[in-house]
């Protein structure tokens, strides 16, 4: 049976992340960083670059995106929860993957979050039910819900992910400068 793989475990308490996957070297999520997450936020930066300013962002990569996300008190609750899903869902089909991260961006907000991402709609469905039914058995109450793309960045500019389109006018044209900044740091690897 293949199991969860964790990056190298950080103190999530100060705002740091651990990355898992169904594959000891973590390949996919290296992969899927350079082949979608990289491309995606050069596309965004370079939109959000053009003079004069765009009115509407061209989505393609966040349409097809998805983050089924789980929030916890702690991180061992998380990591309780991913270990109850392994023991009932492991070994996944070859063709899938599954990947995510359990941490925090800010200390100072309760609870942990457990943020899966997913590339089908279908997988994303049944992971949210799956995690749904198993949180239930909690310790703790888990607040589970789902994000398109990356939703902390685009929502931002955007508003709710559920009204985006191929082409999405921008509804908070103050925060470009902003969010190309943000970006721009994460294309620099500072996060």
Same mark, same amino acid.
């Given at each position: 049976m293949r199991?969860?793989?964790?990056? @190298?475990?950080? /103190?999530? /308490?100060?705002?740091?992340?651990? @990355?898992?996957?169904?594959?000891?070297?973590? %390949?996919?999520?290296?992969?899927?960083?350079?082949s979608r997450c990289v491309p995606c936020l050069e596309k965004l930066y370079e939109q959000l670059s053009l003079v004069p300013a765009p009115t509407g962002l061209i989505l393609e990569e966040p349409l097809n995106c998805w983050k089924v996300v789980v929030v916890m008190d702690s991180e061992e609750e998380c990591l309780s929860l991913l270990e109850a899903y392994q023991e009932e869902r492991l070994p996944l089909p070859p063709s899938q993957?599954?990947?995510?991260?359990?941490? #925090?961006? +800010?200390? #100072?907000?309760? =609870?942990?979050?457990? &943020?899966?991402?997913?590339?089908?709609?279908?997988?994303?469905?049944?992971?949210?039910?799956?995690?749904?039914?198993?949180?239930? =058995?909690?310790?703790?109450?888990?607040? &589970?819900f789902?994000?398109?793309?990356?939703? /902390?960045?685009?929502? %931002?500019?955007?508003? +709710?992910?559920?009204?985006?389109? =191929?082409? #999405?006018?921008?509804k908070n044209a103050q925060l470009m400068p902003a969010i190309r900044e943000r970006v721009a740091r994460l294309l620099r690897g500072e996060y």
């Open positions: 199991e969860f793989y964790a990056g @190298s475990r950080r /103190d999530v /308490d100060k705002g740091f992340w651990m @990355s898992f996957e169904n594959h000891p070297r973590l %390949a996919e999520t290296k992969k899927k960083i350079y993957s599954l990947r995510g991260r359990i941490g #925090t961006r +800010d200390k #100072t907000i309760p =609870g942990v979050a457990m &943020i899966f991402h997913i590339h089908s709609e279908e997988q994303r469905d049944a992971l949210f039910a799956d995690l749904q039914r198993l949180a239930a =058995g909690q310790c703790s109450p888990a607040k &589970i789902i994000e398109c793309g990356c939703g /902390d960045i685009y929502g %931002a500019l955007l508003g +709710d992910w559920h009204s985006w389109q =191929g082409k #999405t006018p921008i």
